[in-house]
């Protein structure tokens, strides 16, 4: 079926090859955890060289969607999984639950953990406070339509975290629970993304498999002239995705200052 490529096209071979397993696999051809053709099926199927299948297969296998198992192949990360990708911009602090319902579903979150915690150190270098500060910790899970999109580490410092009623603490956007409780917006906030594999836990929590990509998104964030919380969340990359709009007049909420690098201090 060498037809599914065209040789005359300006996109590369690897990237039509890559295009065509990802669309047949978000079709649901290949169930959660099959198995897809061997290089040499694939080789043979478009018309191409192995060096072009092994660049497409890397692509899909670094978003998360393919993974592999030595000795046995290549399997499906999961097709369900990509019945939706949700897609937003970090600079926009306040939209988190919106961008959600805005790609049409609802989401949920559970509260994993919480208590009074004195910040990691780390924590209190990103919001530059004394190492001492103690502010309410939130170990939380978000879902979306059932299957697990997030979880996060939350430290919310006590000026901002007292006003909080537990009942608060499930809330998918809760730094626009605290905007409205405490009746301020954010000035600042310094942002890091960055992409690792899942500890055992991270990947238990988010239904994946040891060692396969997560996203991670740092937020330090400062309201009010004061350091306010910090969050680092893990994000399923095959459910979600960070897109930015640059340029003098891109909107954005969260009003970050200009000269802000966007790099967490570490």
Partial sequence: MTNLISRRSPVPLYY????????????????????????????????VSRITVRRAMERLAQEGLIYRVPGRGTFVNGVRSLEFRIERNPADLMGFEEDIRRAGFVPETRVLRHDWVRLPADVAVALGVAPEVEGLWLHRRGSVAGAPLWIEDR?????????????????????ATLARAQGFTVDRAAVRIAARGAAREEARLLDLRAGAPVLVAEFAVQAA?????????????????????????AP??????????????R
């Avoid at 969260?254 to 690098?261: C, L, S, T, V």
Wanted: net charge positive; hydrophobic share 40%.
């Fill in 155 to 175: 430290y919310i410092l006590r000026r901002w975290a007292a006003r909080l009623r537990p009942r608060d603490y499930a809330t998918p956007s809760l730094l």
């Fill in 225 to 249: 002239g004061q350091p306010a919380q910090y969050v680092r969340a893990r994000f399923r990359p095959d459910r979600y995705a960070f897109a930015f709009v640059i340029g003098p007049e």
């Fill in 16 to 47: 039509q090859v890559e295009s065509v397993l990802r669309e047949e696999i978000a079709s649901g051809r290949y169930a959660h955890d099959a198995p897809l053709p061997t290089e040499e099926a694939l080789v043979r199927r478009f018309g």
């Fill in 252 to 265: 954005l909420r969260g009003r970050p200052a200009p000269e802000e690098d966007a790099r967490v201090r």
